[in-house]
């Protein structure tokens, strides 16, 4: 599986971007894809996530300023970012996983850079 995520850049404080993640298979077969973010210096955190059917996930930092929508057509997720802050800043990595009885398989893409600044 190959993830390819775009759209980031440089951003004002409470402004709005939206990230766009095109998948190599159909996004109907995996269990799991949604996005991750990582700040220089921080850990990866987990943002927001369909699982399984159209459940929706999301982190309690993002909640009610972040929208994941998707594509089924063009296999694509997207991530709606608003009201941004510069604790925002960072790079938006694309996730996606097969989850079996005998294991899981997690794929990622390079990701993208989001700056938050004035």
């Known amino acids: 599986v190959q993830l390819q995520a775009s759209g980031g850049g440089l951003v004002q404080p409470g402004g709005s971007l939206r990230l766009s993640c095109a998948a190599s298979v159909s996004i109907l077969s995996l269990n799991v894809m949604g996005w991750y973010r990582q700040a220089p210096g921080k850990e990866r955190e987990w943002v927001a996530s369909f699982t399984s059917g159209d459940s929706i996930m999301y982190a309690d930092t993002v909640k009610g300023r972040f929208t994941i929508s998707r594509d089924n057509a063009k296999n694509t997720v997207y991530l709606d970012l608003n009201s941004l802050k510069p604790e925002g800043t960072a790079v938006y990595l694309c996730?996606?996983?097969?989850?079996?009885?005998?294991?899981?398989?997690?794929?990622w893409g390079k990701g993208t850079q989001v700056t938050v600044s004035s």
């Open positions: 996730n996606a996983a097969y989850i079996r009885k005998s294991g899981s398989m997690h794929y």
